[in-house]
């Protein structure tokens, strides 16, 4: 079995920073993409950034110069800077990691989700 938490989440005012991490543990063969999302109130769920094993990443146009995505593949984690926070990126952020299993099956898992409230 192979399962993603996520810690970092919270309370910050508009224009500070916060930093989420996603650590994956269990029967990992491989980690293949890795990325955050996140479901606001009302909304439906969206891409806030991806990275795949490599360095190329994605950012939706949304959070572009403000926030970084990083992995570290020696911890099977994947880390999410945010910066300049506004309002409206108030949202449930959510890890998502495509795994390879020692057992040989692809899994498209989930974390819980971490809140983030940024206060105007």
């Known amino acids: 079995q192979v399962q993603l938490v996520e810690s970092g989440g919270g309370l910050v005012q508009a224009g500070g920073s916060l930093r989420l991490s996603c650590a994956a543990s269990?029967?990992?063969?491989?980690?293949?993409?890795m990325g955050w999302y996140r479901q606001a109130p009302g909304k439906q769920r969206e891409l806030v950034a991806s990275?795949?094993?490599?360095?190329?990443?994605k950012y939706a146009d949304s959070v572009k110069g403000r926030f970084t995505i990083s992995r570290d593949n020696a911890k099977n984690a994947v880390h999410l800077q945010m910066g300049s926070l506004k309002p409206e990126d108030t949202a449930v952020y959510y890890c998502?990691?495509?795994?390879?299993?020692?057992?040989?099956?692809?899994?498209?898992?989930w974390g819980k989700g971490t809140l983030v409230t940024v206060s105007p």
């Open positions: 998502n990691a495509v795994v390879d299993s020692l057992r040989g099956y692809v899994l498209n898992l």
């Open positions: 269990g029967s990992i063969g491989r980690l293949n993409a």
């Open positions: 990275i795949p094993s490599g360095v190329t990443t």
